[in-house]
């Protein structure tokens, strides 16, 4: 059973539009989420995280948003850039121990 | 940040053999994880390696299979055991570390 999901596998974008990455949860007990960025051949990179006490949280380009009602997060990533194409995976943890991560997107940003 | 580095970063292997790999984080740690990513899927954790006591694994990951060595704050290994080509993955350790958690490279292990 996968407490963690992320829907759509890839997604294409024009370069310096907005690019939105979705990733749902089914653990209401989750506190703490994270998004990491992985190129091949490479360990995940952080990006950006957030706990449930806020429903936003950003940095730079990038911004998550938490509705923890919904039990879903998104990254959102503007404006995107060639250099932001890899596969994105959510991530999320009880006790910032143990994460779960979603099966990740693949982004790819367009010139 | 923590700065987390694995041997090998790679390795071919014969199936029935056994690969140890190494994970060295530049600070003292409480606690590291052994993840595998296996070809297209996410990423799955395999167990916890507690300094000074036994590695707690997940649910389908066993000792025999995958030992784990933490003799101090810095370091730690998994070995893969009597390896098969559905071992073929790429197996991160991570530490968590102020607000986040923090990934090695990635040993990229092929089962012939």
């Known amino acids: 059973d996968q407490q963690v999901k992320q829907n759509s596998p890839s997604l294409s974008v024009q370069e310096g539009r907005i690019s939105i990455l979705n990733c749902d949860y089914t653990?209401?007990?989750?506190?703490?989420f994270l998004w990491y960025k992985k190129y091949p051949a490479e360990g995940p990179t952080f990006l950006i995280s957030i706990s449930s006490i806020k429903d936003k949280n950003e940095d730079g380009r990038f911004t998550v948003f938490l509705n923890k009602s919904a039990k879903h997060l998104s990254l959102h990533i503007v404006p995107s850039q060639p250099g932001d194409s890899a596969v994105y995976f959510c991530?999320?943890?009880?006790?910032?121990?143990?994460?779960?991560f979603g099966s990740g997107t693949k982004l790819n940003v367009k010139p | 940040s923590a700065v987390i580095s694995q041997k090998p970063s790679r390795d071919i292997c014969q199936r029935g053999t056994s690969l140890t790999i190494q994970c060295q984080v530049d600070s003292q740690v409480t606690m590291m994880f052994w993840y595998r990513q296996q070809p297209g899927q996410s990423l799955t954790l395999i167990a916890t390696?507690?300094?000074?006591?036994?590695?707690?694994?997940e649910s389908g990951f066993v000792i025999d299979k995958f030992p784990i060595s933490r003799p101090n704050l810095t370091f730690s290994t998994l070995t893969v055991s009597n390896m098969s080509p559905e071992d073929s993955s790429i197996y991160l350790c991570?530490?968590?570390?102020?607000?986040?958690?923090?990934f090695g490279p990635g040993t990229r292990l092929t089962v012939l």
């Open positions: 653990n209401s007990m989750f506190d703490y």
């Open positions: 991570s530490v968590p570390y102020t607000d986040t958690q923090y």
């Open positions: 390696a507690n300094q000074g006591s036994e590695a707690t694994y």
């Open positions: 991530a999320a943890s009880e006790d910032f121990n143990k994460f779960y």
